[in-house]
């Protein structure tokens, strides 16, 4: 059951992989298809710093800006 559990663990690791190079081979083909919308960019940098601090919680994260930050951005694959 445990060389099963590692077994599932390698599969995702390699399917991030091929995920992550089919997603270069797109954009150097210049055939990734980007569905922007609009975005705060400050928000998505808020997110991430409370998700850092779940990892991480003894490293102090300090986050400044000055307000809202519209962008256009692929959602997907900002999360990414």
Request: proline share 5%.
């Amino acid at each position: 059951q445990e060389f099963l559990a590692t077994l599932l663990e390698d599969t995702a690791a390699l399917k991030a992989i091929v995920g992550n190079l089919l997603l270069l081979a797109l954009s150097d083909a210049r055939a990734l298809r980007l569905h922007r919308v609009p975005l705060d960019l400050t928000e998505l940098t808020e997110d991430l710093c409370e998700d850092l601090k779940l990892l991480e919680p003894e490293r102090e994260i300090l986050l400044r800006h000055d307000g809202p930050a519209p962008i256009l951005a692929d959602r997907a694959l900002i999360n990414q």
